[in-house]
Nanobody, 124 residues
Framework: QVMLADSGGGSVQAGGSLRLTCAAS????????VGWFRQAPGKEREGVAF????????YYADSVKGRFTVSRDAYKNINYLQMNSLKPEDTAMYYC?????????????????WGQGTQVTVSS
């Protein structure tokens, strides 16, 4: 079973950067999806990005393209979300998630395992 621990959130000014970390453990099969999601108060959980571990295929939501980057340390099984040029609208609780599906989607319902979340706050 995949276990996830996400961390690295904090408070920054608009235009600043943060790097979130998601450490994965447990049996992962040959390939799985690692997704990043966020949820602001009063809003639905939305997809941010994902990476498919077998071939490193990545996908980004339009709202973060060009600003956020997902990466992995495959040997340590650690996933990263580098967030640059942060905007106040990026403020949310951020979660990493994983699924053993072989096809990745940026929808929360398709993910089986979740980290506890880490808060990102961007001030103007």
């Amino acid at each position: 079973q995949v276990m996830l621990a996400d961390s690295g959130g904090g408070s920054v000014q608009a235009g600043g950067s943060l790097r979130l970390t998601c450490a994965a453990s447990g049996y992962t099969y040959d390939g799985y999806c690692v997704g990043w999601f966020r949820q602001a108060p009063g809003k639905e959980r939305e997809g941010v990005a994902f990476v498919y571990t077998a071939d490193t295929t990545t996908y980004y939501a339009d709202s973060v393209k060009g600003r956020f980057t997902v990466s992995r340390d495959a040997y340590k099984n650690i996933n990263y979300l580098q967030m640059n040029s942060l905007k106040p609208e990026d403020t949310a609780m951020y979660y990493c998630a994983a699924t053993t599906r072989m096809v990745c989607w940026l929808t929360p319902e398709t993910y089986n395992y979740w980290g506890q979340g880490t808060q990102v706050t961007v001030s103007s």
